[in-house]
């Protein structure tokens, strides 16, 4: 549990890693932002390949709190996160943002819900995904705009990377509206690499290898680049190899 009072703030990392053969964790965060308080929230799970990795978060916002949630998932067999947002505070933001890499037969899958319950509340949804062999995953991402709730301003965008052809992904963005003046959007896209963009780069002098890992390159730094904090910004590229 935590309980973040009026006006404060708070930097939250958790990170799960480990080598051992098998492991299964369904752990629960319930977070509670008072008013005009702010949290940066980092998970890093990087478990070994026979881990089963389930993480339960819900978080609750009153007026003018800011929520910045941040996953990196490229480790465990199985790795699931439900993630429940309730805006029930006017002029509260919230911001969610995941990024997971997959191969072999490993399955990283998302399930988001986020809930305007006043007006004037701002929420993102920003997912992508990086899979290859014969790896899946699932983005079902939800946003609900109760009624009441004017002046909402949200967005989802959940973006895929499939490099093999036995990589697989669902993707299911989905808005709910029940309010007058909101401002909504959701997209999803699902595709390989672009091979038009593989031979430019080729064209000026990287090999196909180097072409490739420049473009996968640019997919994954478009996530962490946003990342605020520097020492946290750099850890994420150390752990999953991002080169400048």
């Given at each position: 549990?935590?309980?973040?009072?009026?006006?404060?703030?708070?930097?939250?990392?958790?990170?799960?890693?480990?080598?051992?053969?098998?492991?299964?964790?369904?752990?629960?965060?319930?977070?509670?932002?008072k008013e005009n308080s702010?949290?940066?929230?980092?998970?890093?799970?990087?478990?070994?390949?026979?881990?089963?990795?389930?993480?339960?978060?819900?978080?609750?916002?009153?007026?003018?709190?800011?929520?910045?949630?941040?996953?990196?998932?490229?480790?465990?067999?199985?790795?699931?996160?439900?993630?429940?947002?309730?805006?029930?505070?006017?002029?509260?933001?919230?911001?969610?943002?995941?990024?997971?890499?997959?191969?072999?037969?490993?399955?990283?899958?998302?399930?988001?819900?986020?809930?305007?319950?006043?007006?004037?509340?701002?929420?993102?949804?920003?997912?992508?995904?990086?899979?290859?062999?014969?790896?899946?995953?699932?983005?079902?991402?939800?946003?609900?705009?109760?009624?009441?709730?004017?002046?909402?301003?949200?967005?989802?965008?959940?973006?895929?990377?499939?490099?093999?052809?036995?990589?697989?992904?669902?993707?299911?963005?989905?808005?709910?509206?029940?309010?007058?003046d909101v401002k909504c959007?959701?997209?999803?896209?699902?595709?390989?690499?672009?091979?038009?963009?593989?031979?430019?780069?080729?064209?000026?002098?990287?090999?196909?290898?180097?072409?490739?890992?420049?473009?996968?390159?640019?997919?994954?730094?478009d996530v962490v680049e946003?990342?605020?904090?520097?020492?946290?910004?750099?850890?994420?590229?150390?752990?999953?190899?991002?080169?400048?």
């Amino acid at each position: 549990y935590i309980d973040l009072g009026e006006s404060s703030s708070i930097t939250f990392i958790e990170q799960y890693e480990g080598n051992c053969n098998e492991h299964f964790l369904n752990g629960s965060l319930i977070i509670g932002l008072k008013e005009n308080s702010r949290m940066c929230h980092f998970r890093i799970q990087n478990n070994s390949v026979d881990t089963i990795n389930i993480g339960n978060i819900h978080v609750k916002q009153d007026e003018e709190s800011h929520y910045t949630f941040n996953q990196f998932a490229y480790g465990s067999r199985l790795g699931r996160l439900n993630l429940l947002t309730d805006l029930n505070g006017k002029g509260s933001e919230c911001f969610l943002n995941g990024l997971a890499l997959t191969n072999n037969g490993q399955h990283i899958d998302n399930h988001i819900i986020t809930s305007h319950n006043a007006p004037y509340c701002t929420s993102s949804q920003n997912f992508r995904s990086v899979l290859q062999d014969s790896s899946s995953g699932v983005f079902n991402g939800r946003t609900i705009v109760g009624k009441g709730a004017d002046k909402t301003d949200s967005n989802q965008s959940n973006k895929n990377l499939l490099l093999s052809e036995g990589a697989l992904m669902n993707s299911n963005p989905q808005l709910e509206i029940y309010a007058d003046d909101v401002k909504c959007s959701h997209g999803s896209a699902s595709g390989s690499l672009n091979q038009d963009s593989i031979f430019y780069l080729m064209s000026r002098g990287l090999n196909y290898k180097q072409a490739k890992e420049l473009l996968i390159n640019g997919f994954l730094l478009d996530v962490v680049e946003k990342i605020t904090d520097s020492e946290v910004r750099n850890l994420i590229k150390n752990l999953i190899g991002v080169k400048e």
